[in-house]
């Protein structure tokens, strides 16, 4: 077997774990799950979720993959718990079912490029948007951004993902801040400002109960947590560095993109007048799009919106697929080149179903979301915890410059905060999806 592959530069590893947490969870998501969610009392709890779970969590994911040097399937044998393979199983199904629909929603974005820039939707969003969501053209559309996505990942981890990374990573963001800053001059920029920015301490204690699992599970959608995304990543990183300054950059990097598709999408949408809190899976679609139709430079800003949109969807759609590849070829020497064209063939039909019926993509989207990711993220953090505590302590301080003062507050963290909280949101997660597919499919 040839030698495993490693990142080339410390730049590009923190890049490409960036590239995979920034998507459509911070731009597309986290806007409308802030205005469905009563604006800024929303933004201070999913904050402090970022810092307290989500934090602790992606280090739990470092030091397994680091340790390891092997994919989320096969870590716990090589770390002495083959027991524990189960917990990387999980991971490997969710990533199967997340990208399955995430390339259906990468696809809608490619086709909002194109549709941008000739006005087809500028007449009636609302009816443009459902006449393509579904259907042929949906799966066509599906096909291609799953094919862009294996041709990168075919190419392997420092020609495909890390330079991938380098070049888009920083475009997204360039773009983010221009169209922050043309939102900033439009006339409902202050009073989306005051929306967003200034918390209502008496919404946020009306509706606590409902904020708080919206807010975990979108700190760990947006982190790319619970799967086994950062386990993969940090499993190529060889030489030894600091978790924790790397953990802290990638979870800098994506809070701030958040906020800034929220200073993006929240100016566009009071200008238009158009309601801050239609959710869906069409929001950013249909909410927007009728922002742009109405706009005086609208094609120009739709498609540098969808652009960013795309690039961002890609670097995130490569590391779930990364995971996958990377267990055929730990674990059976399978060829990358043929063990991503296989895979993203299955993915491909596995999607299918969410292409023909936005139901099933909801349904796709709540189990893999509020049952799996969260599941995975506690088997991790109990695993981290209570069961491999000693080698992980290690761990967690090895390499030059490590912060390892800090590894006796992060393990009680991971032991007490994070399994208690992870165990709560699960359990009414897998409520809510009950109730969804009750109203969906029976
Ligand atoms: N974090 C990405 C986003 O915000 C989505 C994503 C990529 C993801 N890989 C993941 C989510 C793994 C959960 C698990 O769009």
């Known amino acids: 077997m040839p030698a495993r592959e490693t990142w080339a530069t410390r730049i590009g590893f923190i890049l490409a774990a960036v590239g995979s947490a920034v998507g459509l969870g911070n731009i597309w998501r986290f806007p409308f799950l802030t205005s469905d969610s009563g604006g800024a009392a929303f933004l201070v709890v999913y904050l402090l979720f970022v810092a307290f779970i989500g934090f602790p969590v992606l280090l739990v994911e470092f030091v397994i993959g680091r340790r390891s040097e092997r994919n989320p399937v096969n870590a716990f044998e090589r770390l002495g718990k083959p027991a524990w393979t189960f917990a990387g199983v999980i991971g490997a199904l969710a990533g199967f079912v997340i990208l399955s629909y995430y390339s259906v929603v990468g696809g809608w974005v490619l086709r909002y490029i194109i549709a941008s820039a000739t006005g087809a939707y500028f007449a009636d969003p609302a009816a443009y948007f459902e006449t393509v969501a579904t259907g042929t053209d949906a799966v066509a559309y599906h096909a291609v951004f799953m094919a862009l996505v294996a041709g990168v990942v075919a190419v392997g981890i420092r020609d495909g993902l890390e330079r991938a990374a380098k070049v888009m990573v920083p475009s997204v963001i360039v773009l983010l801040v221009i169209l922050a800053a043309y939102g900033a001059t439009l006339s409902g920029a202050s009073e989306a400002y005051s929306y967003y920015l200034a918390p209502d301490l008496g919404e946020l204690s009306g509706n606590l109960l409902s904020i708080l699992p919206a807010a975990a599970g979108q700190a760990f959608f947006t982190l790319s947590l619970g799967m086994g995304v950062m386990i993969t990543y940090s499993s190529y990183l060889g030489e030894d560095r600091n978790l924790v300054s790397d953990g802290l950059t990638v979870v800098a990097i994506d809070t701030m993109v958040a906020f800034l598709a929220g200073l993006v999408v929240f100016p566009f949408l009071f200008t238009q007048g158009v309601d801050p809190g239609e959710g869906g899976v069409g929001a950013v679609f249909i909410s927007l799009a009728t922002a742009f139709a109405q ?50 063939a299955i993915l491909f039909v596995i999607g299918i179903p969410t292409a023909l019926d936005l139901n099933v993509l909801t349904a796709y ?33 090895r390499g030059a410059g490590s912060s390892a003062s800090l590894s006796t507050p992060w393990i009680w963290v991971v032991r007490t905060l994070v399994i208690a909280v992870l165990a709560v949101t699960l359990y009414l997660g897998t409520q809510d999806v009950i109730t969804t597919l009750q109203e969906t499919v029976l």
Do not use: C, H, Q
């Not at 120009?300 to 990364?322: D, K, N, P, Q």
């Not at 799996?372 to 981290?384: D, N, R, T, W």
């Open 295 to 344: 706009l005086p430079a609208g094609r120009i800003l739709g498609v540098v919106f969808f652009f960013m949109l795309g690039i961002a969807a890609l670097t995130s759609a490569f590391s779930i697929l990364e995971v996958i590849v990377s267990f055929l070829i730990d674990n059976f020497g399978v060829d990358r080149k043929v063990g991503t064209i296989a895979i993203a």
């Open 365 to 397: 989207d709540a189990v893999a979301n509020n049952i799996l990711l969260i599941l995975g993220g506690l088997l991790l953090s109990i695993f981290v915890g209570w069961v491999y505590a000693e080698g992980s302590l290690d761990e967690f301080v």
